[in-house]
């Protein structure tokens, strides 16, 4: 069972990432990889992945606040269509980065799993946290987060997206009008490899 847990808040608009030649979003390229993963690609796109396909999948999306949007599913071109209809924060009320109650969240719904009749068991519960790192909002650390995940027997895999070098990135202006900016966008790998270690 697999939590994919995934940040869209305002700091994941930095332009770190190209795709066919083209610079993406920290949200878009994370869309790429994670629908890679779990459908597959072909062995003309690169080197081959298998899919996830035997493996149940959920998806939770977080900024400041974090949202349940599929259930664990065996439906993985479902989830990979909610995936890609995620988008990045764009009201001030809702934007940060509440990583801990993120995989607090996650943790919980891979806890509740219970088998079913005729159902494989579940062998290992794991979440894939795919984030900038830089926590500024919740009510729960992600220390204390990835402590409960421990605690949980749940295995937590950070990825950082992102660079710790000035980006471009797309604010608004007073009248609702992109503008890009180069500005130094937030990562902190050393949250994300002290979460993975814990569990």
């Given at each position: 069972a697999i939590e994919l847990v995934v940040d869209r808040s305002g700091s994941m608009m930095a332009l770190d990432f190209q795709i066919d030649g083209n610079h993406v979003d920290r949200l878009e390229a994370l869309k790429n990889v994670a629908s890679k993963f779990v459908l597959g690609e072909s062995e003309q796109e690169g080197s081959p992945l298998e899919g996830r396909v035997s493996d149940l999948i959920g998806l939770i999306v977080f900024a400041g606040y974090a949202d349940a949007v599929t259930p664990l599913t065996l439906d993985h071109g479902y989830l990979v269509s909610q995936l890609n209809q995620t988008r990045i924060v764009n009201e001030r009320a809702e934007d940060g980065t509440a990583i801990g109650d993120a995989i607090s969240l996650a943790v919980e719904k891979l806890s509740s799993l219970e088998q079913r009749d005729g159902q494989q068991p579940i062998e290992s519960k794991v979440m894939i946290l795919l984030t900038d790192g830089e926590n500024n909002s919740g009510n729960l650390q992600p220390e204390a987060a990835a402590k409960f995940a421990k605690e949980m027997g749940v295995k937590v895999f950070t990825l950082l997206m992102g660079s710790p070098?000035?980006?471009?990135?797309?604010?608004?202006?007073?009248?609702?009008?992109?503008?890009?900016?180069?500005?130094?966008?937030?990562?902190?790998?050393?949250?994300?490899?002290?979460?993975?270690?814990?569990?």
């Open positions: 070098e000035g980006v471009v990135v797309t604010r608004y202006d007073l009248f609702g009008r992109p503008v890009k900016k180069q500005v130094k966008a937030p990562v902190n790998p050393t949250l994300l490899k002290a979460i993975a270690s814990a569990t």
